[in-house]
């Protein structure tokens, strides 16, 4: 999410870098769409290369210029939903420092998957990482970990 004091490259270079490192796999397409005020969201899906894929999760892209975490945490609060619907897909959120190319990460609907259930966690406050290639193969890995224990559930064998 970009706010009125940011330059207008920041909300594109947090989409380019953000949709680079989510793509890094083979597996992964994402498709985005900017708001009116400037945030993006990513529809991510997984599957296989040219298949229409079910399996989504849902990433908002913020960009900053500000390298100490502390001053961009202060607009990342709004992008965690505290009252309303929740998402009922998991959900991320990526924050992008757009002056040294960092990313980071944190779930807003984070996907668990156990022997007999599939839930969302949903958190109120970001608990960020970096992002890189393989934390974008954890995040992966997760979502499709939730997925198989829906389908279990769902249509049981």
């Not at 908002?60 to 390298?67: C, Y």
């Not at 757009?98 to 007999?116: H, I, M, Q, T």
Request: charged share 25%.
């Amino acid at each position: 999410m970009s706010n009125a004091k940011e330059p207008w490259f920041v909300a594109e270079r947090s989409e380019a870098l953000a949709g680079l490192l989510l793509t890094s796999r083979k597996d992964v397409r994402v498709r985005h769409e900017r708001k009116e005020d400037g945030r993006t969201e990513f529809l991510v899906e997984i599957g296989a290369e040219g298949e229409l894929s079910t399996r989504i999760f849902v990433v908002q892209v913020k960009g900053t210029l500000a390298s100490d975490p502390a001053e961009w945490m202060r607009d990342v609060p709004q992008l965690f939903p505290t009252h309303g619907v929740p998402p009922y897909l998991p959900s991320c959120v990526v924050v992008v420092n757009v002056r040294d190319n960092k990313a980071f990460y944190a779930w807003v609907a984070e996907p668990v998957a156990g022997a007999n259930s599939a839930k969302l966690e949903f958190h109120e406050k970001g608990d960020f990482h970096p992002l890189d290639a393989t934390a974008v193969d954890g995040i992966v890995d997760r979502v499709k970990e939730w997925y198989q224990a829906l389908a279990k559930l769902l249509a049981p064998v």
